[in-house]
């Protein structure tokens, strides 16, 4: 079914047009990582994870439907790592529970990227997408910024060992994304959706 594709930007503009359905603001959906309906109860699934129970550093990407992901982080007393937009830097966070992009640039600590080597590891590595498929193949907005995020903290060596989490609604999970992926296109572990958890099969 999804062979009908013929580049990312074509999943993009189908996923852009089926979220309207679901869709809550930031609004326009297109050129962007979809906020939607019940993202919220996709989030609080992070607290299913074992891995996540025994966290103590998160990565979260700015995107909205990250939001309530940010605050369990916060809720749950361990440390939120998120990078400001447009990989403008990054930030640490310990106890503000306003975690919007505003909140975060207002409370959050920076962090330079020649200091990013003395943290801790990061345990779980949180991004939402515009499409995603079983096997963690992830499909962004386009900006690469996600996989920006991804190598420069797996550069600064921290994350070895961490679980790659994606923030989905069905409309954008899909059976085989594979094909239209390149070398430098890193793998998601696990899906969180409204309804469930989709370990990825890699």
Not at 51 to 75: M, Q
Not at 144 to 152: M, N, P, R, T
Not at 167 to 184: N, S
Request: net charge positive.
């Amino acid at each position: 079914m999804t062979d009908r594709f013929k580049t990312k930007q074509d999943v993009r503009e189908y996923v852009w047009k089926e979220m309207r359905k679901v869709a809550i603001p930031p609004f326009p959906v297109s050129g962007r990582i979809p906020n939607f309906k019940d993202s919220a109860k996709a989030c609080e699934r992070i607290r299913e994870l074992e891995k996540y129970k025994r966290s103590k550093i998160v990565f979260s990407a700015p995107d909205s439907p990250l939001r309530r992901a940010r605050e369990i982080v916060l809720e749950d007393n361990k440390i939120l790592l998120a990078v400001k937009p447009r990989m403008t830097g990054f930030l640490i966070l310990d106890s503000s529970k306003d975690v919007t992009i505003r909140g975060m640039l207002r409370n959050g600590k920076e962090i330079k990227e020649n200091e990013l080597h003395k943290l801790n590891k990061v345990d779980l590595f949180v991004q939402g997408c515009v499409a995603v498929d079983v096997n963690g193949n992830r499909i962004g907005k386009g900006s690469g910024y996600g996989d920006k995020e991804y190598a420069l903290l797996k550069e600064h060596g921290l994350l070895d060992n961490s679980l790659y989490v994606v923030v989905a609604h069905d409309i954008q999970v899909f059976d085989d994304l594979g094909y239209l992926m390149g070398e430098h296109d890193v793998k998601a572990d696990v899906i969180l959706t409204p309804g469930k958890i989709i370990w990825c099969r890699h």
